[in-house]
């Protein structure tokens, strides 16, 4: 695809982290409440339902609709949308990635 300008469209990609510190109350919950879910990875459910499952369809919503939530951003067509949730070896953080590719 080669745009107006005359540039050559290009894969980029954008990698966010985010790491949650959970209080002793909550890590004895989750070790508590907690299944596996697909590729062995742990869920937590609430009386709402799964919580990480939930966190990956609200990110991805948002992962859409980035271009009206922050100013002078325009849009642009998403080809993926990844999320990766991992809770530590000692159960105090969960760490939260999001890689999302663009042509």
Known sequence: ???GD???AALRKAHARSTVR???ELQK???EQSRR???GAKE???AKGPIFSTAIVAGTMAVKKTSELIPFCHP???EGCKFDIQLSDLGDEITIDCVVSVH
């Open 1 to 3: 695809y080669e745009g």
């Open 76 to 78: 642009i067509s998403i």
């Open 6 to 8: 005359g540039k050559k």
């Open 44 to 46: 937590l459910q609430s």
């Open 29 to 31: 919950t989750f070790l």
């Open 37 to 39: 879910i697909d590729g």
């Open 22 to 24: 959970l209080g002793k």
